[in-house]
């Protein structure tokens, strides 16, 4: 009589991301699996899992950072469940602190992993994402250019050339534009347009 499994078997896999590769360690509800360097591609990982570990529940996590929340929504849709968390967050050995390498971090993510010790953060649909993508953006191009024109302000101080009272305010209008193309500067460097 053949006997049937009572429970779904589990794999924990811990991701340290990269713009070029991932280095992803495995390991199941019973033991270690392995840890391997792939390439940057949810297919090439979702392949890896499909070959070794089809029938698993899977359950994946890896860090917030400059890769974003795309892996995590691929994976999502394949029905495992993932977990992004903040990199804060992440209990770590105290060898971490003096030796840190991703194969150790991917490690350490999927034992946090198996062990319920992470708490992830949301993760955003794809509307949502770019939508954050653009205040961000809007909101680090405002902060350049106010940045740069505090600069000029500044370098007309240094050179003694004083802005017209009506003129002199945070907001530059299309007269103080004119204004400022218009500067008589004494030496040819001054010039914006030197001809």
Avoid at 43 to 60: A, C, I, P, Q, T
Avoid at 102 to 110: P, Y
Avoid at 120 to 148: C, H, M, N, V, W
Wanted: glycine share 6%; net charge positive.
């Amino acid at each position: 009589m053949a006997t049937q499994p009572t429970t779904i078997p589990k794999l924990y896999i811990g991701m340290d991301i990269h713009k070029k590769s991932w280095s992803v360690h495995m390991r199941t509800d019973i033991s270690d699996h392995k840890t391997l360097t792939i390439p940057s591609s949810c297919e090439v990982l979702y392949d890896y899992v499909d070959k070794h570990f089809r029938g698993h529940e899977v359950s994946l996590t890896y860090e917030a950072g400059c890769c974003g929340f795309s892996a995590s929504r691929y994976f999502l849709n394949l029905g495992w469940n993932v977990l992004v968390v903040n990199p804060a967050d992440v209990p770590r050995m105290d060898k971490q602190n003096y030796q840190k390498t991703d194969k150790i971090d991917c490690r350490n993510l999927a034992k946090q992993l198996h062990t319920g010790h992470l708490k992830g953060i949301y993760i955003p649909d794809e509307a949502q994402d770019f939508l954050k993508s653009l205040l961000r953006q809007r909101a680090e191009t405002s902060k350049q250019l106010r940045a740069i024109k505090s600069n000029i302000k500044g370098l007309l101080l240094y050179h003694g050339i004083e802005i017209p009272k009506e003129f002199d305010s945070p907001n530059w209008t299309k007269a103080f534009l004119e204004w400022l193309q218009n500067i008589n500067w004494q030496h040819a460097t001054g010039l914006s347009n030197p001809s």
